[in-house]
């Protein structure tokens, strides 16, 4: 216990939407003998263009159990809804009057000029701000070269990565949970529904809350994390990969939780499935440092590419409905569960990059609409590298066949049979542009690009 004790503080939840293993909640609880939670609905966030009813929907029923969660230990979680949350925060503070206000750090721009001006207003209120890092095992700040550099590319990114990754015990947080308790209820706003924001939920979603996720976890750990390494990338086995996302883009589940589950077991699987976690980090790192990746190409060299603006073949693509049944197996998987196996989601941006010539950033923007575990960084690291704009330019020339891909990793048709079931039948369409010619097109237009640039562009 710090010996410092203070009466009242602040937490102010995000993306760690649990009190299991909660590094802020955890130091808050440490030093106060109160401690009151908020939870700010930005409505910056909801009206975005990218922002689809499977991640509101989530999120706000995350945020009801965690509710309901705080209510049984005689807390509150305040929620307040507003367009600008810095402002809120500060007068909630006033309000419970806390002397300092605790969360945990987002590393995206606009959560970090967010959090900067919370910081400002701190201070000019006399009031004490402490962050912490919880959704990633290490801050980006400290993942550098001996330049003192960011990484670019990821394998040294992980070498680097792996050596500063350092987890001890989870904390030990229920002694004092009791610091939950509140003595005063504070005026709070009641959850949105999602037709306040104009959207309508057509996916059935996972369950919520932090006991699902641990649940999941270990379901994870026992029947599929030991064969990880092998059974990853077929899509129609359900134990082949984690379905963990959703739950560390919202914070339901700790990433040192799943770090300290992997190492337990140990094993190629494990390993393996490191490497995912690494790369889940690698995409935060570069969002961190090179921020405009968010915005566009991260290779400028991409800006003088010709893409096509074809409604008709993009809406075939969104719909499930391109003639590969890999592919359009994929999309509509994501159409109706608010998810997309991850080999499925390398098959489909290829297909729509690199054989429709169509933006990558159309399907980018496509994805967050519909995924419920739609992560900015992951999903634009994952998009970008596909593309060949972003971290790796030798995936420019790579180009995935969707009809290979469909016989290396759903040779039976499982998958396909489960989303596609008029597969095979009149009422299947054509494809409509054949990989062969998608490929070659994309790789002209490829050269072309290359040819006006300058020598050290190109």
């Not at 009057?97 to 967010?114: K, V």
């Not at 962050?131 to 960011?150: A, C, F, G, M, R």
């Not at 990484?151 to 002694?175: A, D, H």
């Amino acid at each position: 216990m710090s010996s410092e004790i203070s009466r009242t503080g602040l937490h102010w939840f995000r993306n760690s939407l649990r009190l299991h293993d909660n590094t802020a909640l955890f130091r808050a609880l440490q030093e106060n003998e109160c401690v009151y939670c908020l939870y700010v609905i930005d409505d910056n966030f909801f009206r975005r263009s990218d922002i689809g009813a499977t991640r509101a929907s989530f999120l706000l029923d995350s945020l009801r159990d965690l509710g309901e969660s705080l209510e049984r230990l005689g807390g509150q979680l305040i929620v307040r809804r507003t367009s600008d949350a810095p402002e809120e925060v500060l007068r909630v503070a006033h309000e419970v009057d806390a002397g300092c206000i605790y969360f945990n750090e987002d590393y995206l721009p606009y959560p970090l000029q967010r959090d900067q001006r919370v910081q400002s207003l701190a201070e000019a209120q006399r009031r004490v701000v402490k962050s912490y890092t919880d959704t990633l095992l290490v801050h980006p700040q400290n993942i550098k070269t001996e330049q003192d550099n960011p990484y670019s590319v990821f394998t040294p990114f992980k070498r680097r990565w792996s050596s500063l990754v350092t987890v001890s015990e989870p904390y030990p947080i229920e002694p004092l949970l009791s610091h939950l308790r509140v003595p005063m209820r504070i005026p709070s706003h009641s959850l949105p529904s999602l037709s306040d924001f104009g959207l309508t939920l057509t996916q059935s979603l996972p369950p919520v809350g932090e006991e699902n996720a641990l649940r999941k976890l270990k379901q994870f750990v026992s029947t599929g994390m030991p064969a990880y390494h092998q059974k990853r990338d077929f899509a129609a086995d359900p134990d082949g990969t984690s379905r963990l996302s959703v739950y560390l883009k919202w914070g339901s589940l700790s990433i040192r939780d799943c770090y300290r589950e992997a190492k337990a077991l140990g094993g190629d699987g494990a390993e393996k499935w490191i490497d995912e976690l690494a790369w889940r980090e690698f995409c935060y790192a570069v969002a961190y440092h090179f921020p405009y990746v968010l915005e566009g190409n991260m290779r400028s060299e991409y800006d003088a590419f010709e893409w096509d603006s074809n409604p008709h073949r993009l809406s075939a693509w969104k719909e499930g409905l391109t003639g590969y049944p890999f592919v359009d197996a994929g999309m509509r998987q994501l159409n109706a569960t608010g998810w997309m196996h991850n080999r499925l989601r390398q098959v489909t941006a290829s297909y729509l990059c690199k054989n429709l010539c169509i933006h990558w950033q159309e399907g980018e923007r496509y994805f967050m609409q519909q995924l419920v575990d739609g992560d900015w960084a992951c999903n634009n690291g994952g998009w970008q590298w596909v593309a060949g704009t972003g971290t790796d330019p030798r995936r420019a020339t790579r180009i995935f066949n969707p009809v290979l891909q469909q016989e290396k990793y759903d040779p039976d048709f499982e998958y396909i049979r489960q989303w596609v079931p008029e597969y095979g039948t009149s009422r299947y369409p054509k494809p409509i542009v054949l990989h062969e010619d998608g490929r070659d097109e994309y790789l002209r237009r490829y050269q072309a690009m290359k040819t006006v640039l300058k020598p050290e562009e190109a």
